[in-house]
C-alpha cells in the first residue's frame, strides 16, 4: 500500500539486519545450548523478533488515528511469525506429518531395494502401507509431541498477547505526547544557519536539563546520548565527502518538525518519549549511505512542498 507507514523501505531493511543478528545467535546457542532450555529459547526468540518488528515502527505512531492501524500491524506480524514456525523446517513444524512419514516410509531399504521392481500402482499401495505402519510405531512419540506442541504454543501465543498490549500502551502514550508538543509547543529558541538552536542565557533552564551549548563537544552529563549523536556526525561526515551534516538533519530524517524531542533524547531527558528513543536511535543505526540519501529525500520533498 503506497501511503502505509508500517511499510517503509528503510525500516524494514532496519528489522531484517535485526532478525538476521537474532538468527544468528540462534544458531550460536545451538552450539553451546547453556543457561536455557529448548523450549525457553524457542518461546524468547519468537518474543524478541514480535519486539524488534514492535520498537521499529513505534516511531511512525504520531497521532491517535494510527494506534489502531498499528496494533493490528502487530497482531499481523504475530501471526505471520507463529505460521512461519509451523512451516516444514520451522521449530514448531510437525515432525510426524503425513508428508514426513511419507519420506520416512519412501526411504526405508525395503521400499528402496523394491522400487524398481514394481509398477507405479504398487509402489504406490506398498509406500502407503509402510505409512501405515510408520504411523503405528510412532504414535506414541506423535501424541506426545502434539502435547508439546500445544503447550508451547499457548505459552508463546499468551506472551504475544502480552506484548501487543505493552506496546499498544507505548504508542498510546507517543501519539498522546506528540499531540501535545504539537497543541502546546515548547517555546522556539533562535536558530543559527544549521538549524541549531543558539543558547539563551536569560530563558529559565527545564528542570534536570542542561545549560551549556547543545553543539559544545563532550558529554554534558551522565547518562546523555550527545557522544552516540557526535559519533554519528563523524561516521557520516566520513563517508560524505567531508560534507558535515548537522543535528537538525538527524531530527529530520528522523520525522520531526522541530528540535524539541530530539535535544529531550540528546541529554537523556527522562521526559523523552518511547516512541521519540525508538525514532532517534533508528536513525543513528542506519548505514552512513542510507542515512544521506533519506535526508536527500526529505529535502527534495522539503523544496517541492514550497
Known amino acids: 500500500m ?34 536455557i532450555g529448548l523450549d525457553g529459547h524457542i518461546v524468547a526468540t519468537l518474543v524478541t523478533c514480535l519486539d524488534v518488528h514492535a520498537k521499529a515502527y513505534l516511531c511512525k505512531v504520531d497521532r491517535q488515528s494510527l494506534i489502531t492501524q498499528y496494533d493490528v ?36 531399504g525395503e521400499i528402496i531395494s523394491r522400487r524398481h521392481d ?15 505402519r510408520c504411523r503405528s510405531a510412532l504414535r506414541p512419540k506423535a501424541m506426545e509431541w502434539h502435547e ?12 504475544f498477547e502480552a506484548q501487543y498490549r505493552r506496546w499498544k500502551a507505548e504508542a498510546i502514550e507517543g501519539a498522546a505526547a506528540s499531540r501535545l508538543a ?11 544557519h ?25 558529554p554534558m552529563v551522565n547518562g546523555t546520548n550527545k557522544p ?45 518519549t518511547e516512541a521519540a528513543k525508538a525514532a532517534f536511535k533508528r536513525v543513528l543505526g542506519m548505514k552512513p549511505e542510507a542515512f544521506i540519501e533519506l535526508l536527500r529525500k526529505k529535502n527534495a520533498a522539503k523544496e517541492a512542498a514550497k
Not at 77 to 96: E, M, T
Not at 118 to 132: C, M, N, Q, S
Not at 148 to 159: A, D, S
Open 194 to 218: 544549521e538549524g541549531e538552536r543558539i543558547p539563551n542565557d536569560c530563558a529559565d533552564p527545564e528542570p534536570g536539563g542542561d545549560e551549556s551549548d547543545p553543539t559544545e563537544a563532550g
Open 228 to 272: 552516540l549523536v557526535d559519533t554519528y556526525i563523524e561516521k557520516v561526515l566520513a563517508h560524505n565527502g567531508g560534507e558535515r551534516i548537522t543535528r537538525k538533519n538527524i531530527w529530520m530524517v528522523a520525522g520531526y518538525r522541530d528540535a524539541t524531542e530530539f535535544e529531550r533524547f540528546q541529554r537523556g531527558d527522562p521526559k523523552t
Open 73 to 108: 500491524y502487530m497482531h499481523g506480524v504475530g501471526a505471520a511469525l507463529l505460521s512461519h514456525a509451523k512451516q516444514r523446517g520451522g521449530v514448531l513444524s510437525d515432525p510426524y506429518s503425513e508428508d514426513r512419514l511419507r519420506n520416512m516410509a519412501e526411504n526405508t
Open 148 to 159: 508439546w506442541h500445544w503447550q508451547i504454543l499457548f505459552r508463546i501465543e499468551v506472551l
Open 2 to 35: 503506497a501511503n502505509d507507514p508500517f511499510s517503509d523501505p528503510d525500516i524494514n531493511s532496519q528489522i531484517t539486519a535485526s532478525v538476521l543478528r537474532l538468527q544468528a545467535a540462534s544458531l550460536e546457542w545451538v552450539d553451546d545450548p547453556a543457561g
Open 182 to 192: 504539537t497543541v502546546n509547543p515548547e517555546p522556539q529558541r533562535e536558530t543559527n
Open 118 to 132: 514394481l509398477t507405479p500402482e504398487r509402489y504406490e499401495a506398498e509406500v502407503l502401507a509402510k505409512v501405515e
